[in-house]
């Protein structure tokens, strides 16, 4: 018997959702940043066995309260990803308080399919706060089923794995086995940048800005080794951003392109040869047009 399904992983920012897909599949699929909102895009992640398929989503955090068309165009994927799972995995921390995305909760307890409550992060935690945490939820979510476990340190994440693969339904082989995302390279090559750009900027820098690869031509040096030939723009929001993404004599934006290259020549196996640039692009997050040339709507 073959079983595969869509198992979609829903949460607020920062609660440890890519690093939890990320733990499940075995390989780096999201970017992950200690900065909320890192993930902006639905993200598959697929491992495949001899006789099942399991198709991870890693949804962005859902907002409370979006400030920006592009916040409610994220809000819309994360409820989108009821429709299509066969398994939804809410992950949350202790912190987080029982009326956590509240407007989900009728949603979320009207589910035909197997509902996961996860509580992350508990390295952090002692044993009774724990068992404290899954009682309380239990009496909001009487039909879900919990774990607890640490995605940094995978702890207890393959009793979960365990949990999915018996829950999910007979199906096909939707993917190619060896097929690790849906995603191609130029959107993980953009993620790597704006993952970048997460760590090294502050304030309000790195939520308004949108990266896009324009150009990715592999070729070969004059020495006959491969090379990767990467032209990608960083979009700013408001024109005093660009002095600050590019720095003094072009410091910042040189930084950036150092640390980027480092880790897409580890993503891709190849030599790199990496040029960014910055444009301004005024509030291109409440703007449809850019927000779909972005990929954010349909």
């Known amino acids: 018997m073959f079983k595969s399904g869509f198992v979609n992983i829903i949460g607020k920012p920062n609660v440890g959702k890519s690093t939890l897909m990320n733990a499940l599949v075995g390989e780096k699929m999201s970017i992950i940043t200690p900065k909320p909102q890192t993930t902006r895009h639905r993200i598959l992640g697929i491992l495949s066995g001899e006789n099942f398929q399991l198709i991870f989503s890693d949804t962005p955090g859902f907002i409370d309260n979006p400030a920006y068309r592009m916040q409610k165009t994220m809000n819309s994927s994360v409820r989108g990803s009821f429709e299509d799972a066969d398994l939804l995995v809410w992950v949350s921390e202790f912190s987080e308080p029982d009326n956590s995305l509240e407007a989900l909760h009728e949603s979320l307890n009207t589910l035909e399919i ?75 090559v953009a993620e790597i940048i704006r993952e970048k750009i997460l760590l090294q900027y502050k304030q309000e820098i790195p939520y308004s800005v949108e990266v896009r690869v324009e150009s990715f031509k592999e070729d070969v040096t004059t020495s006959g080794k491969p090379i990767v030939m990467i032209q990608a723009t960083i979009f700013a929001s408001r024109k005093s951003q660009k002095p600050i993404l590019i720095g003094r004599g072009g410091s910042s934006l040189k930084a950036l392109g150092e640390a980027s290259r480092m880790d897409i020549e580890k993503f891709l196996a190849s030599k790199v040869y990496l040029e960014l640039f910055v444009k301004i692009r005024e509030n291109w997050r409440d703007d449809e047009h850019s927000l779909k040339q972005f990929g954010y709507e349909g």
Not at 141 to 165: G, M, Y
Not at 168 to 174: A, F, I, V
């Open 114 to 188: 197997p509902l996961v409550l996860v509580l992350n992060k508990i390295d952090l935690l002692t044993r009774d706060e724990i068992l404290g945490w899954i009682e309380r939820k239990r009496n909001i979510f009487p039909n879900a089923h919990f774990f607890a476990v640490s995605a940094l340190r995978q702890t207890q994440t393959e009793d979960l794995l365990t949990f999915i693969k018996e829950n999910l339904p007979e199906g096909p082989e939707y993917y190619p086995a060896d097929q690790l995302t849906d995603r191609n390279e130029r959107f993980f």
